[in-house]
């Protein structure tokens, strides 16, 4: 038996379909000139993988100036949609991480990150709503795809973040209803432990999967100019929300590890312990990355409505 290998056309797929569609044909007869049936070697078929990923990010506009500026504007504002996924996950594990503190911090030391605390929550809920706003101002562009492309269409495009958030609410669904289950106690079972850490990895797939399948749809969607630019204001916006996050979870941080840094420890007051634990360390480090990406997002943003002055966008409708 002869062992089938990817024929050059598989290997397109990381690109997107314009480029496939003006450049697939041509790219496919040199692979095919270059390296008949034999397999492509694995420098090639990673090389495509590169240069496929950066086709994709320039013509979403992400990075580059060869689309117009509108899907720049667009691209930027997905980036801070992903940013704030990153905050997502690392705020749930922040808040489950400092539910606590307030028992192991001395009254008179509570203010600071008490006040810090508010910051962060405030800032949450502010970015909840700036979802939800971006939310209804494409609710006109998906009603108009769901009535040209049909419900079957929208089926396929959503169907792997419907699953995945279903898998993931039944992995909660089970946590929730084992540790209530094992009831109070001093000491968590090590099976419940590993099921937790197993059924939070499956709500961050879930996550992953759902900002993938809204940054695919927001790219089939037929966006006007000036809801584009609604976006790119509600993405400053955003971004501005996780810098408040990112500083009042700082800020609690260095006050509880200079007033109280046995929180991170045994909750013994005056036992010693490290006022820079792993799993802060780890969150920070995630916030500021975010932060990072949505920061630079947001600066090419300003950047394109200084340069381009809200010019129109051929998909303006």
Known sequence: MTESHPRPHDNLKWYPRTWRDRYGADCEQFLEDQYGDRPLPLSARLSMVHSGAVERLRSGGIIGSSVDPDTRVRGASLLVLCAWGVFIVAGSVFAKYTEHWPLATPSVDHWLPATAMAAVQAAAAVGVVIVILAGLACLPAFVQFTRSEGWRALWRLTRPMILSGIAAGAASTGIVAWNNHVGPSTTTPLGLRIAGVLAGLVVIAALAVSLATLIALVYRLRISSRITRVL??????????????????????????????????????????????????????????????????????????????????????
């Open 232 to 317: 790119g204001v509600l993405a400053v916006a955003m971004t501005l929300a996780l810098a408040v996050i990112f500083a009042g979870a700082l800020t609690w941080w260095i006050s509880t590890a200079l007033h109280a840094p046995w929180f991170f420890g045994s909750l013994v007051p005056q036992s010693p312990t490290s006022p820079a634990p792993l799993p802060m360390i780890v969150l920070g480090l995630m916030m500021l990355s975010g932060l990072v990406l949505a920061g630079i997002a947001a600066v090419r943003i300003a950047t394109l409505r200084s340069h381009d002055g809200g010019t129109a966008s051929p998909m303006a409708s």
